[in-house]
């Protein structure tokens, strides 16, 4: 079958491109029960005997809708049996979960997906956990960071490998179309579930696939979603060469670290700097100092930026999260303020 092969060939070239399997490892397998998830574990399952892998299938049921979640619950595991896929489930409560951590219902079921998938991948001794993201989510991301003003590292979209606490995410199906895949399923009548909350206009992603990618291949360019995963490209290459830039930059302005979330930098040496690789500079003592980039926009670094650059001995800015930035003298302070501070 023509498809087959096709996907086969997609995922043994991103194997070989960006390494991401070895021969003999475990790998927890994420399946929803729709068409990209199945595929996945039918296209790993034709190259297990090959690589020598051990398979573990994982789905987590977020209880959104109870009677839908239980038939995608079932299907992946019939798949995974008929595979012989060992087969894992959990079931939480997203809206609960996502009100209780003032978080969106997508990122918190993210942040949940992955939690449990880490848990599976120690339990069942596997270094991989793999997913079914596609062309078609490379595109959308890129999209949808493009609309918000994002910058490179926004841009570079969704990595083929990136590490997850003691693991690694692998994405092998990041060079096919969705329309292959569905395509393949089909002829060779392999059953596959869609969530109905994929196509709720209620999700900003949703309306990006449904609507706007539509009416930009119709009126635009057919191949955009191709021209949008070369765009992810070309940033990932950009952003990996300026990140690392800009770590080496942060090493040498740096003055002084603290124990209690604390960072001073050379203002004359951050001074010197071309401003792509101040901004990211920036960005990287935030992330160390907090945690994490939430809330962190253009506006407050270029504040920082313009703070940095300015002939003021004095001045002070504040960031999300409680991060207090200080310019005194020839120094730039970070620091998280605790309810010590304040």
């Not at 793999?130 to 490379?138: C, E, R, W, Y």
């Not at 329309?179 to 089909?186: A, D, G, H, N, P």
Request: aromatic share 8%.
């Amino acid at each position: 079958m023509r498809e087959l092969r096709q996907l086969l060939q997609a995922v043994e070239e991103a194997n070989k491109e960006h390494h991401l399997f070895e021969p003999g490892e475990g790998l927890v397998v994420g399946a929803s029960g729709g068409p990209d998830s199945t595929a996945l574990l039918v296209l790993l399952s034709k190259l297990r005997k090959k690589y020598d892998w051990k398979i573990v299938a994982a789905h987590l049921n977020h209880g959104l809708h109870k009677r839908e979640a239980k038939k995608y619950e079932a299907l992946v595991q019939k798949t995974a049996g008929e595979l012989g896929f060992p087969f894992y489930a959990k079931k939480v409560d997203l809206k609960k979960l996502a009100k209780k951590h003032g978080r969106s219902i997508e990122e918190m079921g993210r942040m949940e997906r992955y939690r449990f998938f880490q848990a599976l991948a120690r339990k069942t001794d596997c270094r991989k956990i793999v997913t079914a993201h596609t062309l078609d989510d490379q595109a959308e991301t890129v999209l949808m960071r493009i609309l918000r003003g994002s910058g490179l590292r926004g841009l570079a979209g969704i990595p083929y490998k990136r590490p997850e606490g003691a693991f690694w995410v692998v994405r092998p199906l990041l060079g096919c179309e969705k329309e292959t895949i569905v395509r393949f399923l089909k002829e060779s009548r392999i059953p596959f579930c869609e969530d109905r909350t994929n196509k709720s206009p209620l999700f900003t992603r949703n309306r990006i696939r449904h609507e706007l990618l539509p009416q930009m291949s119709r009126f635009f360019n057919p191949q955009v979603k191709q021209s949008l995963s070369n765009l992810h490209v070309l940033s990932q290459e950009a952003w990996d060469y300026l990140h690392r830039q800009a770590a080496a930059a942060y090493r040498r302005s740096c003055l002084k670290k603290g124990p209690s979330k604390f960072v001073r930098l050379s203002v004359p040496r951050l001074k010197a700097l071309h401003p792509a690789l101040a901004r990211e500079v920036v960005c990287q003592v935030f992330m160390e100092v907090k945690g994490d980039l939430r809330r962190l926009t253009f506006t407050h670094v270029a504040a920082i930026l313009k703070m940095l650059q300015s002939n003021a001995l004095h001045a002070e800015a504040h960031l999300p999260g409680r991060i207090q930035v200080k310019k005194q003298g020839p120094g730039l302070e970070f620091l998280r303020m605790t309810p010590l501070h304040l």
